[in-house]
């Protein structure tokens, strides 16, 4: 068997079948899926066995990764969680490149699977974050994380004591013995629904005082914020001067839209001006400039200089050539 994907629940039935359906649909079926469920009150249990999955008795995510990586029999450990959606050739993509590399502990990038530009732009601020830490810091979240099953027992898998950022802690234990590398060929979708339930800058804030925690205090045992297992239904409470900022800030971004998206009011030909459309097309083309030059890293930026600068050079040699 070349992969178990191991996925930690509690009351998933809305969003597991998603994820067990685009298992289903992958051009490399290989695999086995090994669902460990936390005593889920609605039908997570019965959409897991519905789709032929293993099920096993879990905990919260740590103990459940844990448990369900003892009943896994491939050679790769691939731990994803139930609100994640994963194109057709993923694991066939995955696979291959873990095997070119020779790579026993990976990531890959995830995107939201959300049209706000907000959400954009905090996903590509962590994925730029996992990939310059890689080798100073090396983290990866416990939904995109992919092990081989040699170096998981080697290590002893997730630290169960850990109350949170168990995934990094294992991240960390394993680098030392192989090197952490984020994926080129294979991407991931994440719902935003934690976003949604904690509010985005609670959430932000919430990360913020974990990584302190880690880099001064250590590995969390204590609860020092509130985390909810298996929870979407209720949306945090948070202080409201955070919550009218997101509120601002999405209300903004959903007026933009509708201002460069197709619109009714006519010109004089029954069309948009040409004056209205170049404004809104340089305002757009101004914040995704600005969004690739916060979120991409130095590499990336001096290779699509290098890209530009050579699409340059040919549109000059082919207007020469005419």
């Given amino acids: ?38 005593g889920s009150k609605d039908n997570t249990v019965k959409i897991a066995k519905k789709h032929k999955a293993k099920v096993v008795p879990g905990g919260m995510p740590g103990v459940g990764r844990n448990r369900g990586a003892e009943a896994a029999i491939g050679e790769y450990l691939f731990f994803l969680d ?4 994963l194109p057709p050739d993923f694991l066939q993509k995955a696979t291959d490149e873990m095997d070119d590399r020779f790579l026993d502990l990976a990531t890959c990038e995830f995107h939201p699977d959300s049209d706000l530009k907000l959400d954009d732009i905090m996903f590509r601020f962590a994925n730029l974050s996992v990939k310059m830490n890689q080798d100073i810091n090396p983290r990866a ?23 949170l950022a168990e995934d990094h802690d294992l991240v960390q234990r394993a680098s030392r013995f192989r090197p952490l590398r984020v994926l080129q060929n294979a991407q991931l979708f994440v719902s935003v629904r934690r976003l949604e339930k904690e509010g985005r800058f609670s959430l932000i804030q919430k990360y913020f005082k974990v990584e302190m925690h880690l880099l001064f205090k250590g590995n969390v045992k204590e609860d020092i914020v509130d985390y909810e297992f298996g929870n979407f239904a209720r949306k945090s409470e948070n202080s409201k001067w955070v919550d009218d900022l997101e509120r601002k800030i999405i209300q903004m971004e959903k007026a933009y839209s509708r201002l460069t998206g197709p619109r009714d009011e006519p010109g004089t030909d029954g069309k ?5 459309n ?44 005419k």
């Fill in 1 to 38: 068997m070349r992969i178990s994907v191991i996925i930690p629940t509690l009351n998933e039935q809305e969003d597991l079948p998603i994820l067990l359906e685009s298992l289903s649909k992958q051009s490399l079926q290989d695999f086995e899926v090994i669902v460990a469920d936390a």
């Fill in 82 to 85: 139930a609100d994640v959606k």
């Fill in 141 to 163: 979240a416990g939904f995109c994380i992919f092990i081989t099953n040699r170096l998981f027992r080697r290590i002893g898998g997730f630290d169960e004591s850990l109350k």
């Fill in 272 to 276: 948009p001006s040409k004056e209205k």
């Fill in 278 to 321: 170049d404004l809104f097309e340089k305002m757009k083309a101004g914040l995704d400039t600005l969004i690739d030059a916060l979120t991409r890293s130095p590499a990336e930026s001096e290779s699509s200089g290098k890209e530009k600068e050579k699409s340059a050079k040919n549109a000059k040699v082919t207007k020469k050539s």
